[in-house]
């Protein structure tokens, strides 16, 4: 039972791969407010159907009760979560791309202080190692085969990813554990409804004001659109329920084989080749995750 988090994370980290590739993809023809909604679009009735199920198959004899500060956490992790996409598609347009989205992979090592230092959430030596093992190796991969300098602008854009990537998991949890009473899965679904519902909802009004053409444009690709919502769900899904049950830094830190995943998919399914270097890179993300494990 203990162990149902490193599979809901793995999960996670796969399809997020995915959503990333995919949501590359769909810049070159949507801006950037259409390509954080498409994140959301899909996913949110996807959201109420898996709740729908869960309370089919595994009811709960007892009626829900949200506290203020569960709907503060939702909407201030919805906010950032959407600030954070806005920024990862910023980095689509930066030429040193890859530094950028390593260093909002910082999100690890950002939630671990904030963590620990707001909110009493303690990592053992081992899994602090781990997490600053991981962060190192993320860097070191996300240089690329070309070691490409860094720009003020990407590193801005970067960390300030990854902040935001971080204080949304953080909300997430916290939100999560407002509601005690009930199961871990149970928890997560509600946040995610919660979550992915604020987002969807806020996003299509302020869009459907003031921003109409790009409804268009994300119509214009739909088929896009509808790959990047179903991936960017299970991947909610699955970071979601893992936070639900263990601490984010720890999560997050084995959630950077996500790594490994894109450059397999860079390899396999978009014929990239992979550089040495990055061979060592992926050796300490694994040897990251094993730590966080073990700890």
Request: hydrophobic share 60%; aromatic share 14%.
């Amino acid at each position: 039972m203990a162990s149902i988090w490193i599979l809901f994370t793995l999960m996670a980290a796969f399809m997020q791969a995915w959503r990333n590739a995919f949501q590359k993809q769909l810049s070159t023809t949507v801006d950037v407010y259409g390509v954080t909604l498409a994140r959301f679009l899909f996913g949110f009735p996807f959201a109420i159907i898996y709740l729908s199920c869960l309370y089919h198959y595994h009811p709960i004899p007892f009626a829900v009760t949200f506290t203020p500060r569960f709907w503060i956490y939702i909407v201030i992790a919805g906010i950032s979560q959407i600030a954070a996409t806005a920024l990862m598609v910023q980095l689509f347009k930066q030429k040193n791309y890859a530094i950028g989205v390593g260093l909002a992979k910082s999100e690890a090592i950002l939630a671990a202080l904030i963590g620990a230092s707001l909110l009493s959430d303690e990592l053992s030596a081992l899994a602090w190692f781990g997490v600053g093992l991981g962060g190192l190796a993320v860097f070191l991969l996300s240089k690329g085969p070309r070691a490409e300098k860094l720009s003020l602008p990407t590193l801005l854009i970067g960390i300030g990813s990854g902040l935001c990537f971080a204080i949304t998991s953080l909300l997430v949890r916290e939100a999560s554990l407002e509601l005690p009473q009930l199961p871990f899965i149970h928890r997560a679904a509600w946040v995610l409804v919660s979550i992915i519902g604020f987002q969807c909802l806020s996003m299509l009004i302020y869009l459907s004001l003031f921003s109409r053409h790009t409804l268009k444009d994300m119509w214009a690709r739909i088929g896009l659109t509808f790959k990047v919502s179903v991936c960017s769900f299970i991947a909610s899904l699955g970071w979601f329920t893992a936070m639900s049950m263990q601490s984010v830094a720890i999560v997050k830190t084995l959630g950077q084989i996500e790594i490994l995943f894109s450059l397999l998919i860079s390899t396999y399914f978009f014929k990239e080749k992979l550089a040495k270097a990055e061979h060592w890179g992926l050796l300490l993300v694994v040897i990251a995750a094993i730590l966080v494990i073990w700890a």
